[in-house]
């Protein structure tokens, strides 16, 4: 049984970096897709980045794409999302989200995904 922590937000001033991590028990990381999810304050859920269960393909959205990177460390069990350049419209609470890899390629759509983590809150501000 898959099970996904996140950690590493925090308050950052606009410009500023935080690197969050997803930490995987229960079964192996690499037998999983890992996606990033972030929801503002009002706003649906938005899917902001993902990785194959090896890393061998990774998608962002528009967003984020030139500011953030995704990465894991299928032995240490962690999924890696290092965010630069960052703005106060990437606040919200960012969540991942695995999948058995049954398919061959990541998603950026939420209903794709059958575990989360509890989030954990980014706050871009002065």
């Known amino acids: 049984q898959l099970q996904l922590v996140e950690s590493g937000g925090g308050l950052v001033q606009p410009g500023g970096s935080l690197r969050l991590s997803c930490a995987a028990s229960?079964?192996?990381?690499?037998?999983?897709?890992i996606g990033w999810f972030r929801q503002a304050p009002g706003k649906e859920r938005e899917g902001i980045s993902c990785?194959?269960?090896?890393?061998?393909?990774?998608n962002y959205a528009d967003s984020v794409k030139g500011r953030f990177t995704i990465s894991r460390d299928n032995a240490k069990g962690t999924v890696y999302l290092q965010m630069n350049s960052l703005k106060p419209e990437d606040t919200g609470v960012y969540y991942c989200?695995?999948?058995?890899?049954?398919?061959?390629?990541?998603?950026?759509?939420?209903?794709?995904?059958?575990?989360w983590g509890q989030g954990t809150q980014v706050t871009v501000s002065s």
């Open positions: 989200a695995g999948r058995a890899a049954l398919v061959f390629m990541c998603a950026m759509n939420g209903p794709y995904y059958n575990y």
């Open positions: 229960g079964f192996s990381l690499d037998d999983y897709h």
């Open positions: 990785i194959s269960r090896r890393g061998a393909r990774t």
